[in-house]
């Protein structure tokens, strides 16, 4: 099977059956994972529903956030792994698909209102921008030495009611909470207990509960475990002894770079392993070399006088892959490749003579994949003009605001035109590939069986003629497909006798596929039915069904042209490539639940 490594751009190629045995391995953790015997989501679904209801009843969330975090969809998280190609043996990383299943959104939710929480800290590092800026002017003693120290496996030993615990005393102290929700701080810690402790999925048809830490995949988790190692890191650096306390202390997640005394880092780990009171949170280190280490994507320098210097760091296992010029994707991504590696190298590089050297190293990288010399030359002056220009300090006129963004498959001559027509209008336009290579080789995830999909478009087929019906659900497709069966029992059954069909000749029915049948006398195809695609959104969802009923033309059995009303404007496209059905109608300022003013967040306190 073919899987992308943990981190960087390289794709492996695992034997399956070895990549089964080592996940099932993993999974046989008994302090962190435990099998079950049936899918619990029907009953985490009901608790999660009376909490909702609650809230919505005290008037703490609005009818549109209930309407965003009520768990329509009931996708069964899936989880997948992937393997870390940079360390020793290769171990996996599980990754919990959480995306439709009925805490997903819940989750997005919570990881608003609690980002704001995170990095209030001097040891917090955003990214190696920033440790570049702080470490320029750093000078080391010779007593001295770089260190760093790495968790292992930080989110799956995250101790959840401690952190709970840190969580409520910090939103507790949090004065600009009531400015960006209603809820209070007892609610918020509810709902993220129930988001941190109904954590399950299923994995080669088995299904697990984790019953430790947090998983990662859930949009909040990454904050919790954050919020924890901010507590953690206090009480470690407020209560190491003398000779091994650190000088310097800087961490991202659960990466740490350190400044201690020499031959003190055994001590240092032997304490940082004890602070953790539940003895989960472990420790491994690595010392500096060569007086050389790295840290994220930096590699940290240590010169003869004790000062700093820093270089971009690459990994052993890194490819030097990067999107192809030749590839269908749009230029402005294409350029935007050498702009990010560009600045990074302005932001960590901080010698101008290493500077050259690694631009060299860029330009070197991406030639083998194809960029030619104008497209640096297009980006380098772009970025020389920015510096020069500086920030504007003029407020922008409102009339020249963007009203609202679309988001558009990228096919190669259209999408360009369609993007100066919106910017006439000041409408932002963004550009996405449909298909790539990593979506049409890497399935790396339990298959979902067809009835158990949800967020779709489907089609459901007659077997007597050529017409069929469309229809667009958000819960499991064989939920809905189940209630047109029974309509159009519902309606046969009626019409079995003279008398009853003819005493229902007047009578409206309600179902379109009943309809049909009641005057066709056909029967449904209900096994040959079919998902036509998948969507998250409900108003794209709305957008999608209405353009494939439209496609359908007479061989259509809906009534209507579906819950969206389609411009005609628009049958050219959809007479044409499979591809339109893709659009994101995504708008800024028409009040679309899709967006993250629907969370739990106040609608007031946002933009």
Not at 146 to 154: A, G, I, M, T, Y
């Amino acid at each position: 099977m073919i899987i992308g490594a943990d981190k960087g751009k390289a794709v492996v190629v695992v034997d399956q059956d070895d990549y089964n045995e080592k996940v099932s391995n993993m999974l046989a953790d008994e302090k962190t994972y435990e099998k079950l015997n049936k899918d619990p989501t029907a009953v985490y679904k009901s608790k999660l529903v009376r909490i909702i209801n609650r809230l919505t009843v005290e008037k703490k969330i609005t009818k549109q956030q209930r309407d965003f975090l009520y768990p329509t969809a009931e996708n069964i998280p899936r989880l997948y792994a992937t393997p870390k190609i940079h360390k020793e043996n290769c171990p996996y990383r599980p990754i919990v698909d959480y995306t439709g299943s009925i805490a997903y959104n819940v989750s997005r939710s919570l990881a608003d209102i609690l980002a704001p929480l995170v990095g209030q800290t001097i040891h917090h590092v955003n990214n190696s921008g920033q440790l570049a800026e702080e470490l320029t002017s750093y000078v080391i003693d010779d007593n001295d030495m770089f260190n760093s120290h790495d968790v292992v496996s930080l989110f799956t030993n995250t101790p959840i009611d401690e952190a709970l615990n840190i969580i409520k005393c910090k939103l507790e102290e949090d004065k600009a909470l009531k400015d960006r929700t209603l809820l209070t701080v007892d609610d918020i810690i509810e709902l993220l207990k129930f988001v941190l402790t109904t954590t399950y999925f299923v994995f080669r048809g088995t299904m697990y509960r984790q019953k430790f830490g947090s998983a990662m995949g859930s949009p909040v988790s990454p904050i919790v475990s954050n919020l924890f190692m901010e507590w953690l890191e206090q009480q470690a650096i407020h209560t190491a002894p003398l000779d091994c306390k650190p000088k310097l202390w800087k961490r991202y997640v659960d990466d740490i770079l350190e400044v201690i005394q020499k031959g003190s880092v055994d001590k240092l780990t032997q304490h940082l392993n004890q602070v953790d009171p539940t003895n989960s949170i472990k420790f491994t280190h690595e010392t500096e070399q060569d007086n050389r280490i790295p840290f994220l994507d930096t590699l940290i320098v240590k010169k003869p006088d004790g000062s700093i210097k820093l270089l971009v760091y690459r990994k052993k296992t890194h490819t030097n892959q990067y999107l192809n010029f030749q590839s269908h994707h749009p230029l402005q991504h294409k350029l935007g490749v050498i702009r990010t590696l560009l600045d990074r190298m302005n932001k960590v590089v901080t010698e101008e003579s290493d500077k050259e050297a690694e631009k060299q190293t860029i330009q070197t990288a991406l030639q083998k994949c194809g960029y030619p010399q104008w497209a640096f030359e297009k980006v380098e002056s772009a970025i020389k003009q920015k510096q020069q220009q500086g920030k504007p300090a003029k407020k922008k006129d409102d009339t020249n605001r963007n009203k609202g963004l679309v988001v558009i498959p990228y096919v190669q001559g259209l999408s360009e035109k369609a993007q100066r027509i919106f910017k006439k209008h000041n409408i932002a336009t963004a550009m996405k590939p449909m298909t790539t290579l990593r979506n049409i080789l890497v399935h790396p995830k339990d298959k979902r069986e067809k009835d158990k999909i949800t967020d779709c478009v489907y089609e459901i087929p007659c077997q007597g003629c050529e017409a069929t019906y469309v229809g667009e659900t958000g819960r499991a497709f064989g939920t809905r497909k189940q209630e047109h069966v029974k309509s159009v029992e519902k309606t046969s059954k009626n019409r079995f006798t003279r008398a009853n069909r003819k005493a229902s000749e007047s009578e409206f029915i309600t179902s379109a596929l009943a309809e049909h049948v009641a005057q066709n006398n056909h029967v449904i195809g209900w096994e040959d039915s079919a998902i036509l695609t998948t969507e998250n959104d409900k108003y794209t969802r709305w957008v999608k069904e209405s353009i494939w009923i439209r496609r359908r033309g007479t061989q259509s059995m809906n009534r209507v042209d579906g819950t969206f009303k389609l411009s005609h404007l628009y049958d050219v496209l959809i007479s044409g490539d499979d591809s339109v059905t893709s659009i994101n109608t995504n708008k800024k300022s028409t009040g679309n639940p899709s967006r993250s003013v629907h969370h739990l967040a106040d609608e007031k306190s946002r933009p």
